[in-house]
């Protein structure tokens, strides 16, 4: 959805097929539909092009292996990086690379965690936050008795900004700042003590990590 996506996207296909890796090419999907690809598709891997809620000029890459499972720093991420590192030209015929629609399947996936016949006509407002959202929800909804607006889109986010390390910052400064009631200095500490504390870890550590 990022402005940078495409091209990120196109060499990781480009070098994944010279490496000896047959492609599907999933197009502009969201990053739950690469995991549900995987499983569905029993695939070996699969990565996202992706900079999930972070600013709108960066852009990264969520990758997952065979089951989906999550690729990161202590199960292969860096693994990936050295052996990266140290390949040199490929001179090999590329592997296949195929365009594979998979809208369909994901979104049956998704009606079928629903009774369709009990749901009642409703009107509601979406805010997709200029992300993939505005374009995963309109196929899902035209199957479901809701009239929905506000569904918008936008690679260069111009209505207001994808990230959430603003209002995170927030969050954690007014957390961090508040003042919270002493601990006793006899026994043990007083539950709105823990509470207060216990409240406030949860919420600055829902943010994500920034740089």
Not at 64 to 79: H, Q
Not at 141 to 169: H, M
Request: charged share 20%; proline share 6%; hydrophobic share 35%.
């Amino acid at each position: 959805m990022r402005v940078s996506a495409p091209s990120m996207a196109a060499a990781f296909i480009r070098g994944a097929s010279e490496a000896g890796a047959d492609v599907l090419d999933l197009g502009l999907v969201g990053t739950e539909m690469v995991y549900f690809a995987v499983g569905e598709l029993e695939l070996d891997g699969g990565a996202a092009v992706t900079a999930s809620h972070n600013p709108k000029e960066y852009t990264g890459m969520k990758i997952v292996r065979r089951g989906a499972l999550p690729v990161g720093g202590e199960s292969g991420l860096l693994e990936i990086r050295d052996r990266a590192l140290s390949l040199g030209e490929t001179d090999g015929t590329p592997a296949e690379i195929q365009e594979y629609d998979i809208w369909p399947a994901y979104v049956e996936r998704v009606l079928s965690f629903v009774d369709l016949s009990a749901l009642k006509p409703l009107r509601v407002v979406i805010d997709a936050a200029n992300g993939m959202a505005g374009v995963m929800v309109p196929p899902v909804l035209e199957r479901l008795p809701i009239e929905a607006v506000g569904t918008t889109s936008s690679r260069t986010a111009p209505s207001r900004t994808t990230s959430r390390t603003r209002s995170c910052r927030r969050i954690a400064s007014s957390s961090s700042s508040a003042r919270r009631p002493r601990p006793q200095t006899s026994g043990s500490r007083s539950t709105a003590t823990r509470t207060g504390a216990s409240s406030s870890t949860t919420r600055a550590s829902s943010c994500p990590a920034t740089s």
